[in-house]
């Protein structure tokens, strides 16, 4: 390259890193110390911790958690959840997939992928000026691809497979998922599956355009790029998801079967980042490029 072209790049601001803004509390990603209990909740320390995140949703504050109700249990993790929901008692819009990625996986020191809820109100088109009322700690974005649903996947004994999702995938959108959780420091809460517990880290979804022949697309290969307010932050490919986008939908939706709970027509599956964590602040624009699949930004007020 030569002298002038490079003078023409922008230039790349200090406060950007590969995460956005380094908005996301004190410890670094993997950096989290596993907190000692490995013993499961009891029914009491469930609804406690539920409790807990539930008042802080609803007061728009963020919430400390006890270190004696931190455990390292995950079926613990998967029972709060489910209870905070109930607390919650919104109608659903859908489900989202955290933690799709290995890269995602390995920040937070997960398990296995992370479940949550998209929630009526929460689904919002680009170009949306996000309330700030929306987030309580966190404006974390994650470029992903999402579905909505054409047939009810209800409970059952035998696991949907690939090709029972794929018959029921009305169209394809093109997404920005956004995370929010109640904890103040969000990779030092992964010491105690922290956004976990708080709905998978899931707030609201931001979508683009609807595409309908969408499986004439190689979606494992599929590009997606994200800005900062104009400024490139990092790429990624649909393979991140699970190796395939439907292949994380499949997961969601067995997941949810193994719940009892039924995944219905008409709603979305958001199926995991393709791009990491993104953090943002007041007042910034978040732009993923996905190629010919359009352009899908978000602009928090």
């Known amino acids: 390259m030569t002298d002038q072209a490079q003078h023409l790049l922008p230039v790349r601001p200090p406060w950007l890193t590969d995460r956005g803004r380094a908005l996301y509390g004190s410890t670094p990603p993997g950096g989290a110390v596993p907190c000692r209990r490995t013993s499961p909740l009891s029914e009491q320390e469930v609804a406690q911790v539920a409790d807990i995140i539930a008042a802080g949703r609803q007061r728009r504050r963020a919430a400390f958690l006890p270190e004696s109700l931190r455990t390292r249990d995950w079926p613990s993790v998967v029972k709060v959840l489910l209870a905070l929901d109930e607390r919650i008692g919104r109608t659903h819009a859908g489900w989202k997939v955290g933690a799709a990625s290995a890269e995602i996986r390995q ?19 680009g170009g949306s000026l996000l309330p700030e009322g929306l987030f309580i700690n966190f404006r ?38 956004l995370g929010d959780c109640v904890f103040t420091d969000w990779y030092g809460a992964s010491g105690y599956f922290g956004s976990c517990l708080d709905n998978g880290g899931g707030t609201a979804l ?31 490919a649909g393979e991140a998801a699970m190796g395939h986008p439907v292949t994380s939908t499949a997961w969601m939706v067995n997941w949810a079967r193994e719940q009892g709970r039924t995944v219905r027509a008409g ?14 602040a007041r007042g910034d624009t978040v732009r993923a490029d996905f190629g010919s699949l359009g352009i899908v930004e978000a602009r928090f007020a």
Do not use: M
């Open 206 to 236: 931001v979508t683009g355009t609807p595409v309908r022949d969408w499986q004439q697309i190689d979606l494992p290969q599929a590009r997606v790029v994200a800005y900062l307010n104009g400024h490139h932050v990092k790429s990624g």
């Open 267 to 280: 709603e979305i599956v958001s199926t995991g980042t393709c791009t990491g964590h993104l953090f943002a």
């Open 107 to 125: 920040a937070e020191n997960l398990p296995s992928p992370s479940p949550g809820l998209i929630y009526t109100g929460t689904v919002f088109s």
């Open 140 to 177: 974390n974005c994650e470029c992903e691809f999402a579905f909505r649903l054409s047939l009810d996947y209800p409970p059952r004994s035998d696991p949907y497979s690939e090709a029972d999702i794929r018959a029921g995938i009305e169209c394809l959108f093109p997404a920005l998922e």
